[in-house]
């Protein structure tokens, strides 16, 4: 028996119809952007967002049932985009030939596009799919690529195709669902409805790593010393955070994590850093003190599972700075410097000035590591110049204020 969504689209005479695939494991506003951008492109009347009860070639996290009701949620206001059942309540493992099969004869008379990212048409292109030929011949495809990519050759056969672009969102599903299990904010990448239903239901709290089980790891990655250290940071990063309104979860992420390859030897820092991009500047690679930051923010992303990128960008510029420093940099930036155990000529001074303002304090620390690299002869980070001068600009203009 045909499901209400096809009989709604036979009530419309919906001709042009795209399809979009996935577990949906959770839907996020990627997925619904990328519809809307290919009803615009190609015409289309209707989307139908095909929930996958059992896939071949994934296994979902939450159950068919969420999913589909988050999905529900997500397009309750969106004009012409609709949750299918079609493969969700069949049963054993479904392919998409099979789908498009029934689709093609519950709407006989409609035109049907299949919206994929270019990694899902590289691999259906390469024989990812069952069937692939009898595919091209069901279905049209519309191919997103990143912005700025060239589009791919079509592979041989029948296939139809259009390549299209959209904005830049760094956003999936499993970093929603780590996020969750993070506890680390995860409400700006899907719709609100969702956020809501998968907080009253409890889902996605056993993916990837908690914050305690983070902070055991890290105890046997570093050296005691240092992780005393670390834990000092975690108690100023959330003491400055609840003074200067930052998030709080983001604040003890990026001060658990911001001396996680501490433990590192410097030659296999230095290796590590190779495959960070863009490529780690010059100066960062000559100095040891240095070369941790980057190579933690890109530990905390493939051993602890972070995926926000405001937590990795605190972690990458702790010991340099930058222009443009977002609230939690500049936290964690200062955390670092004052944290309990930390005792140097100035300190009390930083300490105080983290009381009433965290630029203040943050300027006061640059200028501690600035005197101090040149006292030793050292090779001062163009970073820290840029950083300093744009937060001693902004304390003039908001004198002159």
């Known amino acids: 028996m045909p499901e209400a969504v096809i009989e709604l689209l036979k009530e419309r005479r919906a001709h042009r119809i795209g399809l979009m695939g996935g577990t949906f494991d959770p839907v996020h506003r990627a997925h619904v952007e990328m519809a809307r951008r290919a009803m615009e492109q190609c015409a289309l ?22 999913r589909f009701a988050m999905l529900e949620l997500a397009l309750a206001k969106e004009p012409g985009l609709y949750p299918s059942r079609v493969e969700l309540d069949r049963k054993g493992v ?56 060239k589009p791919m050759e079509l592979p041989g056969g029948r296939v139809r195709a259009e390549f299209a672009q959209m904005p830049l969102l760094n956003i999936s599903s499993t970093a929603v669902r780590r996020r969750v299990a993070q506890g680390l904010p995860y409400e700006e990448l899907v719709h609100p409805d969702v956020a809501r239903y998968i907080e009253e239901h409890g889902l996605y709290r056993g993916e990837g790593i908690g914050l305690n089980e983070a902070q055991e790891m890290l105890k046997g990655m570093v050296k005691p010393s240092r992780f005393r250290h ?7 990063a959330e003491e400055l955070a609840a003074r200067f309104g930052v998030e709080p979860r983001r604040a ?35 100095q040891p003190a240095l070369i941790h930051a980057p190579v933690g923010a890109l530990l905390a992303r493939e ?19 930058k222009r443009g420093m977002t609230a939690l940099d500049l936290l964690l930036y200062v955390a670092d410097t004052i944290e309990p155990g930390r005792e140097f000529p100035g ?55």
């Open 45 to 66: 009347d209707a989307v139908l967002f095909l929930v996958s009860g059992d896939p071949p070639h994934k296994s979902a996290r939450a159950p068919a049932a969420d």
């Open 347 to 401: 300190v009390e001074e930083i300490r105080a000035a983290a009381k009433e303002d965290l630029v203040r304090a943050a300027v006061l620390c640059m200028n501690s590591t600035i005197r101090f690299v040149i006292a030793s002869d050292g090779i001062l980070h163009p970073g820290t110049v840029d950083a300093r001068n744009d937060l001693v600009i902004q304390l003039k203009q908001r004198k002159n204020l």
């Open 94 to 149: 479904v392919y998409t030939v099979d789908t498009l099969r029934i689709l093609c004869k519950e709407l006989p008379k409609a035109e049907f596009t299949y919206i994929v990212g270019a990694d899902t048409f590289y691999d259906l292109s390469h024989g990812g799919w069952r069937n692939v030929e009898e595919i091209y011949g069901l279905t049209r495809f519309v191919v997103f690529g990143r912005p700025g990519a």
């Open 252 to 286: 003890r992420w990026a001060a658990l994590l911001h001396d996680c390859a501490k433990g590192m030897s410097y030659e296999d820092s230095v290796l590590a850093a190779g495959r960070i991009e863009p490529p780690v500047d010059r100066v960062t690679l000559s």
């Open 230 to 236: 670390i834990l000092g940071v975690v108690e100023s």
């Open 303 to 321: 051993v602890f599972g972070v995926e926000d990128e405001a937590v990795l960008e605190a972690i990458r510029v702790h010991t340099t700075g």
